[in-house]
């Protein structure tokens, strides 16, 4: 394997530096007791996250945002297993234009996909109901649920499936502890 000449190390750094620097100066800026930045740094305090818990908005906010989290990335994985191990599994028709349709939505940039769903849903007068949310979310998350669950699959060996079922295991627990 090739080392890094001086040159190759001294882009790193740069490159690094420049990608790295905006993050040190927002942690520098979240520590500061005053409203602006300053150096030297005089002093530490805790006063812009003490803000941030104080506006309940904020954190009714952070807290809708772990419920739809937390409900999307369920859903999404409790459907693309099932699609995952069928499409790996399986040779049907349209197989592989069912796997382009779960996939498209990676292809579409999050801002139109986000700029779209937000116009679909104004159009339907859903554009505040949590379960829209959520199915937006889902269409988005499942993609990439998808491609892992399909990537386990693939690999999987299906004598060991065999071997369950022959010992007795019902069809669904031969299936889920492979």
């Avoid at 409900?71 to 399986?90: H, K």
């Avoid at 859903?126 to 998808?146: C, M, R």
């Avoid at 071997?163 to 627990?173: E, I, N």
Wanted: net charge positive.
């Amino acid at each position: 394997m090739k080392q890094n000449g001086f040159w190759g190390l001294l882009f790193n750094a740069l490159f690094l530096t420049f990608i790295l620097a905006p993050l040190v100066v927002v942690l520098l800026v979240a520590f500061t007791d005053k409203g602006f930045i300053s150096m030297p740094f005089d002093g530490a305090s805790l006063r812009w996250f003490r803000t941030i818990l104080d506006n309940g908005d904020i954190v009714s906010a952070f807290w809708l945002s772990v419920r739809l989290a937390f409900a999307a990335a369920t859903i999404g994985v409790a459907l693309a297993v099932p699609a995952a191990l069928a499409i790996a599994r399986y040779r049907f028709a349209g197989r592989a234009a069912l796997m382009s349709f779960f996939l498209s939505p990676m292809m579409i940039p999050a801002v139109v996909l986000g700029i779209a769903f937000l116009r679909f849903l104004s159009l339907l007068n859903l554009s505040g109901s949590f379960w829209a949310l959520v199915a937006t979310h889902v269409i988005i998350v499942l993609p990439y649920a998808l491609r892992l669950a399909l990537s386990s699959a693939a690999g999987l060996d299906c004598d060991a499936e065999r071997a369950t079922l022959s010992c007795g295991a019902s069809r669904f627990t031969a299936s889920c502890c492979r």
